[in-house]
């Protein structure tokens, strides 16, 4: 074990070499390190642009679900892989666009939003996930089928972004463009669904925020299987992941649209969220019920809650909680990356623990070694806006390694945990390493992403 462990670090070490890294490199030496790094772009965005329907996968995808992204790349021995195979995350095809725009790939990023844009609820809700080789949920058939904020926040931010670029990209092209024009009333209407969530009541300790969402998920033990248990009934909790990534959606529409109602909404967001900061901890609480917030400490409220302090011009706590993120690092056969959670449980409920973990049911995140991708970006891109270049090197290059570099798929984690995590090859995993890359070089389109500030746009 001790030799193979060994023969790892020194292929990774051999792999960093490759790259033009130098262990010991200066931040100087950055420049070359982001040229040797752009050879692996072109793979990544082959292999997002290979998970849109159709393809070998899902040869005819069923009427209004072509050009959405496959999340993952599974196996044919995964398990359940008939129900699994097909299935389409709202938030994977919103960072599919946002990592298209990027790579200046906006004709195959248009039709992932038209795709969304004809699978949206009366009500202006999308759904959390969707089958592409059939037509499950929709409204006549969505038991199952859920809505989360975030989900739904993520695809309008998307779509904003895009609208931006191409505003910027094209000095001629206006709001009056047909095409744009009927973006944004797509955005306004994804917006609208999820203002009637926020909390207005000013008595509420809660104002400002935005609860999660409609139905949501129970681990249950039948028959000596963990099953999934659809709770049916709208969440009341509220997480400050999702509220980030609604203020970033709100407060864009806002500076695009030109509209009060959206620039309010955005404005008391960003002062519920600031209101949850856990001075103790260093970074946000996870979330909130009416009771008041929950123990779990996320990896995304230090690493996404860097970048939303820095926007929301708060430079002394962004660095507060970026020094937080080392409390969720770790390494792996010589990679580093982060798990997604510390100081809790494996599983938060008691029965889906104690199936997993009979002979240790008080097990952690922290006694377990870990990788997740899409959470391991973040915390890079957040280095990067902190100035700490090196630490999202290590790693940017460790998820680029052939252990979790499937041919452009980064592996959504290294290790497959039942019900949460899979390794398998992951659409979130690849465009979140293509937002991050860009974001290192420098790229003006991808410094837009969750901006500090915002460009002026032509709206003639």
């Not at 895009?162 to 024009?181: C, F, M, R, V, W």
């Not at 630490?391 to 052939?402: K, Q, R, V, Y």
């Given at each position: 074990m001790i030799t193979k462990m060994k023969n790892l670090r020194m292929i990774f070490l051999i792999y960093l070499l490759t790259l033009g890294i130098n262990v010991s490199a200066s931040e100087n030496n950055n420049q070359i390190i982001t040229k040797k790094m752009r050879s692996e772009l072109n793979k990544l965005k082959t292999f997002i642009i290979s998970q849109k329907t159709p393809n070998k996968i899902v040869p005819k995808p069923a009427p209004g679900r072509q050009n959405l992204v496959l999340s993952y790349l599974h196996s044919e021995s995964t398990p359940g892989y008939k129900y699994v195979y097909s299935r389409s995350a709202t938030y994977d095809n919103a960072a599919a666009i946002i990592a298209l725009v990027i790579l200046n790939e906006g004709e195959q990023a248009a039709s992932i939003i038209e795709s969304l844009m004809q699978n949206i609820r009366p009500n202006g809700d999308l759904w959390f996930i969707m089958n592409t080789h059939n037509y499950w949920p929709n409204e006549k058939d969505n038991v199952g089928g859920m809505i989360r904020t975030g989900t739904s926040s993520w695809a309008g931010y998307a779509v904003c972004f895009?609208?931006?670029?191409?505003?910027?990209?094209?000095?001629?092209?206006?709001?009056?463009?047909?095409?744009?024009?009927?973006?944004?009333?797509f955005s306004k209407k994804i917006a609208n669904s999820v203002l009637t969530r926020q909390i207005i009541d000013e008595k509420d300790f809660r104002y400002g925020l935005i609860t999660g969402g409609d139905k949501s998920i129970a681990l249950k033990e039948e028959n000596g299987k963990i099953i999934e248990k659809i709770v049916d009934k709208k969440i009341e909790w509220i997480s400050i992941e999702h509220n980030i990534d609604s203020y970033f959606f709100l407060r864009d529409l806002a500076h695009i649209s030109r509209n009060e109602k959206y620039n309010h909404a955005a404005n008391i967001l960003k002062k519920g969220i600031l209101n949850t900061f856990n001075y103790h901890l260093g970074h946000f609480e996870r979330g909130f019920n009416q009771k008041g917030p929950d123990p779990y400490r996320a990896l995304d409220c230090a690493s996404w809650g860097t970048m939303f302090l820095l926007a929301a011009n708060q430079e002394k706590l962004a660095t507060t909680t970026v020094n937080s993120l080392d409390e969720f690092k770790n390494t792996v056969n010589g990679l580093t990356g982060f798990r997604p959670y510390i100081d809790t449980t494996i599983y938060e409920g008691e029965e889906a623990q104690l199936f997993y973990f009979p002979d240790n049911p008080k097990i952690q995140w922290n006694d377990i070694s870990f990788l997740w991708s899409e959470g391991s970006f973040g915390a890079a891109l957040a280095y990067i806006r902190?100035?700490?270049?090196?630490?999202?090197?290590?790693?940017?290059?460790?998820?680029?390694?052939?252990?979790?570099n499937v041919n452009g798929g980064i592996r959504y984690a290294d290790q497959t945990i039942e019900q949460q995590f899979t390794n398998a090859p992951s659409v979130i995993g690849s465009a979140w390493a293509i937002i991050t890359i860009k974001n290192l070089e420098g790229d003006k389109t991808a410094s837009l992403f969750w901006s500090k500030s915002l460009p002026e746009l032509n709206y003639q």
């Open positions: 895009y609208i931006i670029s191409e505003l910027l990209d094209n000095p001629d092209t206006t709001l009056n463009n047909p095409k744009l024009k009927s973006y944004l009333e902190t100035g700490n270049t090196k630490a999202a090197i290590e790693i940017i290059a460790s998820f680029l390694s052939p252990e979790m």
